[in-house]
T-cell receptor, first 111, second 113 residues
């Protein structure tokens, strides 16, 4: 089984809808991250969490919120989706110093 | 502002050749660097990392070189194979102990058989 899983893998939604992307990890890491990937822009950090009680904004947090339900779970919500939030979303985890482990991604399309 | 960038957005090589992917960074305080490989439809996968107290680090068929004087990072892939075709990202930790990574925009490596 994959160490970092994301659901759903693909989602099409309409403008104004609320949507939640979920991430689970079995690596036992304290740190979890949400990134957005757009063509030509690389990966940009949306939110990150260093433990269950710690939530921090990244460089592009506007229009997003997160919830750290447990050490293993970190959810990303779009309260009112808009077309320019169409992108590939990745969750990642890390133990602290060093590499981040990425999930397979969620492809989100907002029409 | 500080950023991580790549010299070449695309690189095409013949199978068996060596590949070199370059990355420029501008934050002199960055102390840790990673190279990731991303295949189509998948998440980024760790290749190799290097800390700022090192100039070179070798893995299996890959070598990362760090030149702090000119703020340059490179990934060398020996005997490139078709399975190496992917987008390669460099990332730097400019967040100190927070270990927040800033990613470059990526280089697409295509290996021709």
């Amino acid at each position: 089984d994959a160490d970092v899983t994301q659901t759903p893998r693909n989602r099409i939604t309409k403008t104004g809808k609320r949507i939640m992307l979920e991430c689970s990890q079995t690596k036992g890491h304290d740190r979890m991250y949400w990134y957005r990937q757009d063509p030509g822009l690389g990966l940009r950090l949306i939110y990150y969490s260093f433990d269950v009680k710690d939530i921090n904004k990244g460089e592009i947090s506007d229009g997003y919120s997160v919830s750290r339900q447990a050490q293993a779970k970190f959810s990303l919500s779009l309260e009112s989706a808009i077309p320019n939030q169409t992108a590939l979303y990745f969750c990642a985890t890390s133990a602290g110093e060093g590499e981040q482990y990425f999930g397979p991604g969620t492809r989100l399309t907002v029409t | 502002g500080e950023s991580v960038g790549l010299h070449l957005p695309t690189l095409s090589v013949q199978e068996g050749d060596n590949s070199i992917i370059n990355c420029a960074y501008s934050n002199s305080a960055s102390d840790y660097f990673i190279w990731y490989k991303q295949e189509s439809g998948k998440g980024p996968q760790f290749i190799i990392d290097i800390r700022s107290n090192m100039d070179k680090r070798q893995g299996q068929r890959v070598t990362v070189l760090l030149n702090k004087t000119v703020k340059h990072l490179s990934l060398q892939i020996a005997a490139t194979q078709p399975g190496d075709s992917a987008v390669y990202f460099c990332a730097e930790n400019s967040g100190g102990s927070n270990y927040k990574l800033t990613f470059g925009k990526g280089t697409l490596l295509t290996v021709n058989p």
